[in-house]
């Protein structure tokens, strides 16, 4: 069965084809960059919540008690909190060409499903019509 690129088809390609480029620009502004992925972990919630701890800890007690150990102690849980979110802001930049692919097969997972959709309702759409049309004649 050869299709034929009648009017209705070629529409559907130009519009697949500007959908592409939409998406494609779409996409690109949505990938998040090294230094963005790196700002979520310079004001990391987990270091501050860690530090506010340790002083509120540290400042329950009477100055007289506070020891060199407790403050070393506090001074270590501090730092294993630091250590743990630089672990993790290198793993998510790390991650980040996984991110940006996932991020791109969605964007094309789109396209796809929108480009076959419209194609598959404008045929559904054509096909209805022509059940609708008069029948001409072949024995004329």
Request: proline share 3%; aromatic share 10%; glycine share 6%.
């Amino acid at each position: 069965m050869s299709m034929k690129k009648n009017g209705w088809f070629r529409l559907w390609i130009v519009i697949s084809v500007l959908m592409a480029i939409a998406l494609t620009l779409s996409c690109a502004r949505s990938f998040p960059t090294e230094g963005e992925v790196r700002a979520r972990y310079i004001d990391s919630l987990g270091v501050k919540w860690a530090i506010e701890g340790e002083r509120k800890k540290l400042g329950a007690l009477p100055e007289s008690e506070v020891t060199e150990e407790q403050i070393q102690r506090s001074q270590q849980v501090v730092d294993s909190v630091r250590a743990r979110v630089a672990q993790l802001e290198e793993e998510a930049v790390l991650n980040l060409p996984t991110e940006r692919a996932i991020e791109v097969s969605k964007f094309f997972g789109i396209w796809i499903a929108w480009s076959v959709s419209t194609f598959a309702l404008g045929w559904a759409i054509g096909w209805i019509y022509r059940g609708f049309r008069p029948k001409v004649d072949s024995a004329l």
